[in-house]
């Protein structure tokens, strides 16, 4: 299955439950692929004491998974991609949208 993940929420426990399922799925075969949206593409500075976002985003692509980061949202926001996160457009959501089987947002 391939699954599209779309995150737009800036509370590090969702994020860090929707890369654990990303995770899972990766290891139950599946393809994983993520887009960071709005308040979403601040994932990787959302690490608190109990919720390691960072480390889940690294595992995912460790694994095979990808991120990718709205570049309009990054530059709204004066940031860069990040470590694990490719640059992309409208036209990469448009296409996780339309070749994924199931498609989750959080």
């Known amino acids: 299955m391939k699954l599209g993940i779309i995150i737009s929420s800036n509370d590090p426990e969702t994020v860090w439950n929707a890369f654990r399922l990303g995770n899972f799925a990766l290891t139950?075969?599946?393809a994983v692929r993520v887009?960071?949206?709005g308040k979403g593409v601040e994932c990787e500075g959302l690490d608190t004491e109990c919720f390691a976002v960072s480390a889940a985003m690294q595992e995912?692509?460790?694994?095979?998974g990808s991120?990718?980061?709205?570049g309009t949202c990054l530059k709204l926001?004066?940031?860069?991609?990040?470590?694990?996160?490719?640059l992309s457009t409208m036209q990469d959501l448009y296409e996780l949208t339309r070749?994924?089987?199931?498609?989750?947002?959080?």
């Open 28 to 30: 139950r075969g599946d």
């Open 99 to 106: 070749d994924a089987d199931r498609l989750l947002t959080f």
């Open 35 to 37: 887009f960071l949206l």
């Open 60 to 64: 995912l692509v460790a694994h095979g």
């Open 77 to 86: 926001r004066h940031a860069g991609a990040g470590e694990v996160c490719a």
């Open 67 to 70: 991120i990718d980061a709205c």
